[in-house]
């Protein structure tokens, strides 16, 4: 029985040693400049996620809140620990997709699109977008 895990054990790692990058796609073209980072933005869109606010510690000691809106509204009281929990924050990014020169696809996430627009000439860059 390890005799037979020992040889699939070995394959496996051989046929990992062995294993290449993918191909390009159907009708792709090896760039002639060299550049294996360059391509064109296909589409920049933004990308909204909620994030809901950390839970306090429940070790720490707490104290007794109240809140009381100006200009009228429900007045609020509770634990500081639990208070405010329901509080959302929206965060906007930008995901931007890239077709290399080669055919071959990426998706490069930003805080900011900048002047990135479908068509402009690129080179991805440790995960940033570079004008060429």
Request: overall charge positive; proline content about 8%.
């Amino acid at each position: 029985m390890r005799s037979a895990l020992t040889c699939l054990t070995l394959l496996a790692i051989a046929t990992l040693a062995g294993a290449q990058s993918p191909p390009p796609a159907p009708g792709a073209t090896v760039p002639k400049d060299g550049c294996a980072d360059c391509g064109v933005v296909r589409s920049v869109r933004p990308v909204v996620k909620k994030e809901t606010s950390l839970p306090a510690d429940q070790s720490k000691p707490s104290g007794l809140v109240a809140t009381v809106p100006l200009g009228g509204g429900k007045v609020q009281v509770g634990s500081s620990t639990k208070f405010g929990r329901e509080a959302e924050t929206k965060v906007t990014t930008y995901e931007v997709i890239v077709r290399y020169d080669n055919g071959r696809y990426t998706a490069v996430t930003l805080d900011d699109p900048g002047e990135w627009k479908e068509g402009d000439k690129v080179r991805v860059d440790k995960g940033k977008l570079v004008a060429r």
